[in-house]
Protein backbone atom coordinates (compact mmCIF):
# COMPACT_ATOMS: atom_id res chain seq x y z
CA UNK A 1 0.00 0.00 0.00
CA UNK A 2 1.56 3.06 -1.43
CA UNK A 3 0.12 6.51 1.34
CA UNK A 4 1.27 8.98 -1.92
CA UNK A 5 -0.74 7.38 -4.33
CA UNK A 6 -3.73 7.28 -2.00
CA UNK A 7 -2.72 11.06 -1.54
CA UNK A 8 -2.45 11.31 -5.06
CA UNK A 9 -5.95 9.71 -6.03
CA UNK A 10 -7.51 11.87 -3.56
CA UNK A 11 -6.06 15.42 -5.24
CA UNK A 12 -6.77 13.65 -8.67
CA UNK A 13 -10.55 13.03 -7.80
CA UNK A 14 -11.21 15.96 -6.00
CA UNK A 15 -9.72 18.39 -8.83
CA UNK A 16 -11.73 16.72 -11.52
CA UNK A 17 -14.95 16.43 -9.00
CA UNK A 18 -14.62 19.92 -7.60
CA UNK A 19 -12.59 22.08 -10.31
CA UNK A 20 -13.38 20.89 -13.57
CA UNK A 21 -17.03 18.97 -13.29
CA UNK A 22 -19.23 20.88 -10.99
CA UNK A 23 -18.23 24.41 -12.01
CA UNK A 24 -19.33 23.44 -15.23
CA UNK A 25 -22.89 21.19 -14.51
CA UNK A 26 -23.42 21.97 -10.94
CA UNK A 27 -25.27 18.10 -10.73
CA UNK A 28 -24.49 17.09 -6.69
CA UNK A 29 -25.73 13.80 -7.21
CA UNK A 30 -23.02 13.13 -9.56
CA UNK A 31 -20.12 14.92 -7.58
CA UNK A 32 -21.14 12.19 -4.77
CA UNK A 33 -21.51 9.58 -7.38
CA UNK A 34 -17.95 10.08 -9.30
CA UNK A 35 -16.20 10.45 -5.37
CA UNK A 36 -17.34 7.26 -4.45
CA UNK A 37 -16.93 4.98 -7.32
CA UNK A 38 -13.08 6.43 -7.12
CA UNK A 39 -12.82 5.63 -3.69
CA UNK A 40 -14.78 2.25 -3.87
CA UNK A 41 -12.01 1.09 -6.72
CA UNK A 42 -9.46 2.89 -5.00
CA UNK A 43 -9.89 0.75 -1.68
CA UNK A 44 -10.91 -2.47 -3.49
CA UNK A 45 -7.77 -2.65 -5.60
CA UNK A 46 -5.69 -1.60 -2.94
CA UNK A 47 -6.83 -5.24 -1.19
CA UNK A 48 -6.60 -6.88 -4.09
CA UNK A 49 -3.12 -6.36 -5.14
CA UNK A 50 -2.16 -7.13 -1.92
CA UNK A 51 -4.38 -10.76 -1.62
CA UNK A 52 -4.31 -13.94 -3.21
CA UNK A 53 -7.30 -13.49 -4.70
CA UNK A 54 -7.02 -12.17 -9.19
CA UNK A 55 -7.17 -8.69 -9.70
CA UNK A 56 -9.23 -9.61 -13.28
CA UNK A 57 -12.07 -11.29 -10.58
CA UNK A 58 -12.23 -7.86 -8.97
CA UNK A 59 -11.85 -5.94 -12.27
CA UNK A 60 -14.57 -7.83 -13.93
CA UNK A 61 -16.88 -7.34 -10.37
CA UNK A 62 -16.28 -3.69 -11.02
CA UNK A 63 -16.94 -4.03 -14.91
CA UNK A 64 -20.26 -5.86 -14.10
CA UNK A 65 -21.73 -2.96 -11.29
CA UNK A 66 -20.38 -0.20 -12.98
CA UNK A 67 -22.32 -1.02 -16.49
CA UNK A 68 -25.24 -1.83 -14.49
CA UNK A 69 -24.87 1.57 -12.16
CA UNK A 70 -24.73 3.22 -15.80
CA UNK A 71 -27.63 1.77 -17.13
CA UNK A 72 -29.89 2.88 -14.22
CA UNK A 73 -30.70 6.28 -14.52
CA UNK A 74 -30.41 8.25 -17.71
CA UNK A 75 -26.80 10.57 -17.48
CA UNK A 76 -25.20 11.81 -20.84
CA UNK A 77 -22.05 10.59 -22.50
CA UNK A 78 -20.08 13.33 -20.64
CA UNK A 79 -21.44 12.03 -17.28
CA UNK A 80 -20.18 8.52 -18.38
CA UNK A 81 -16.74 10.23 -19.37
CA UNK A 82 -16.31 11.44 -15.78
CA UNK A 83 -17.45 8.30 -14.57
CA UNK A 84 -14.85 5.62 -16.12
CA UNK A 85 -12.05 8.43 -15.24
CA UNK A 86 -13.16 8.33 -11.57
CA UNK A 87 -12.49 4.21 -12.39
CA UNK A 88 -9.29 4.48 -13.84
CA UNK A 89 -7.96 7.16 -11.60
CA UNK A 90 -8.93 4.83 -8.49
CA UNK A 91 -6.88 1.73 -10.30
CA UNK A 92 -4.36 3.18 -11.51
CA UNK A 93 -3.84 4.43 -7.80
CA UNK A 94 -4.65 1.25 -6.23
CA UNK A 95 -3.15 -1.06 -7.89
CA UNK A 96 0.14 0.87 -8.21
CA UNK A 97 2.42 -0.15 -5.20
CA UNK A 98 4.65 2.72 -5.01
CA UNK A 99 4.20 5.99 -6.39
CA UNK A 100 5.54 5.92 -10.06
CA UNK A 101 6.74 8.55 -12.53
CA UNK A 102 4.35 6.34 -14.97
CA UNK A 103 1.17 6.23 -12.79
CA UNK A 104 1.49 9.76 -11.85
CA UNK A 105 1.84 11.04 -15.65
CA UNK A 106 -1.12 8.91 -16.55
CA UNK A 107 -3.43 10.21 -13.77
CA UNK A 108 -2.94 14.05 -14.73
CA UNK A 109 -2.88 12.52 -18.04
CA UNK A 110 -6.73 11.68 -17.57
CA UNK A 111 -7.51 14.97 -15.13
CA UNK A 112 -5.90 17.25 -18.23
CA UNK A 113 -7.56 15.73 -21.02
CA UNK A 114 -11.07 15.97 -19.31
CA UNK A 115 -10.39 19.43 -18.45
CA UNK A 116 -9.52 20.56 -22.11
CA UNK A 117 -12.49 18.11 -23.59
CA UNK A 118 -15.13 19.58 -21.37
CA UNK A 119 -15.09 22.86 -22.63
CA UNK A 120 -17.44 25.32 -24.18
CA UNK A 121 -14.95 25.63 -27.07
CA UNK A 122 -14.59 21.79 -27.80
CA UNK A 123 -18.47 21.20 -26.90
CA UNK A 124 -19.57 24.00 -29.94
CA UNK A 125 -17.29 21.63 -32.46
CA UNK A 126 -20.36 19.40 -32.95
CA UNK A 127 -23.19 22.12 -32.38
CA UNK A 128 -26.20 22.17 -29.82
CA UNK A 129 -27.52 18.88 -28.90
CA UNK A 130 -30.53 18.79 -27.22
CA UNK A 131 -33.93 16.48 -27.56
CA UNK A 132 -37.31 17.57 -28.52
CA UNK A 133 -40.39 16.54 -27.75
CA UNK A 134 -42.72 17.54 -30.69
CA UNK A 135 -46.73 17.20 -30.17
CA UNK A 136 -47.45 15.45 -33.58
CA UNK A 137 -46.02 12.32 -35.17
CA UNK A 138 -43.87 12.93 -37.94
CA UNK A 139 -42.46 9.44 -40.12
CA UNK A 140 -40.83 11.94 -43.23
CA UNK A 141 -37.23 12.46 -42.45
CA UNK A 142 -37.37 16.08 -44.43
CA UNK A 143 -40.96 17.00 -42.80
CA UNK A 144 -39.58 16.08 -39.52
CA UNK A 145 -36.32 18.41 -39.82
CA UNK A 146 -38.03 21.00 -41.70
CA UNK A 147 -40.60 21.44 -38.39
CA UNK A 148 -37.49 21.16 -36.41
CA UNK A 149 -36.21 23.93 -38.03
CA UNK A 150 -39.18 26.01 -38.18
CA UNK A 151 -39.79 25.33 -34.06
CA UNK A 152 -36.07 25.76 -33.37
CA UNK A 153 -34.88 28.74 -35.47
CA UNK A 154 -31.85 27.12 -36.23
CA UNK A 155 -30.61 24.72 -39.45
CA UNK A 156 -30.66 21.38 -37.95
CA UNK A 157 -27.30 19.52 -38.87
CA UNK A 158 -28.94 15.62 -37.39
CA UNK A 159 -31.82 14.28 -36.29
CA UNK A 160 -32.29 10.80 -34.92
CA UNK A 161 -35.87 9.71 -34.08
CA UNK A 162 -35.70 8.53 -30.44
CA UNK A 163 -39.66 7.70 -30.01
CA UNK A 164 -42.19 7.73 -32.80
CA UNK A 165 -45.47 7.21 -30.73
CA UNK A 166 -48.57 7.22 -33.57
CA UNK A 167 -51.24 6.08 -31.44
CA UNK A 168 -50.54 9.74 -28.97
CA UNK A 169 -49.03 11.77 -31.78
CA UNK A 170 -45.73 12.16 -30.17
CA UNK A 171 -42.37 12.28 -31.82
CA UNK A 172 -39.26 12.31 -29.79
CA UNK A 173 -36.14 13.70 -31.34
CA UNK A 174 -32.27 13.78 -30.71
CA UNK A 175 -31.07 17.08 -32.65
CA UNK A 176 -28.07 18.40 -33.51
CA UNK A 177 -28.39 22.33 -34.04
CA UNK A 178 -25.68 24.47 -35.92
CA UNK A 179 -25.25 27.47 -33.04
CA UNK A 180 -23.81 29.84 -35.80
CA UNK A 181 -27.13 29.81 -38.61
CA UNK A 182 -30.22 30.98 -37.09
CA UNK A 183 -32.74 31.12 -39.88
CA UNK A 184 -35.03 33.56 -39.86
CA UNK A 185 -38.06 33.76 -37.60
CA UNK A 186 -41.54 32.95 -38.79
CA UNK A 187 -43.97 35.49 -38.46
CA UNK A 188 -46.62 32.73 -36.99
CA UNK A 189 -43.74 32.14 -34.67
CA UNK A 190 -43.51 35.77 -33.24
CA UNK A 191 -47.02 37.13 -33.48
CA UNK A 192 -48.05 34.07 -30.63
Known amino acids: MSPIMILIDLLAISTLVFAIYFPRHRRADLVVAFLGVNVGVLAVSQVLATSSVGAGLGLGLFGVLSIIRLRSSEISQREVAYYFAALAIGLISGLTQAAS ?26 GQRQEVNLDHAITNHTELVQELERVLGQKVKHANVLRLDL ?17 PAHPELTNA
Open 101 to 126: ILAIAMIALIVLVLAVADTRKVASFG
Open 167 to 183: VNDITLVEVVTDRKQAL
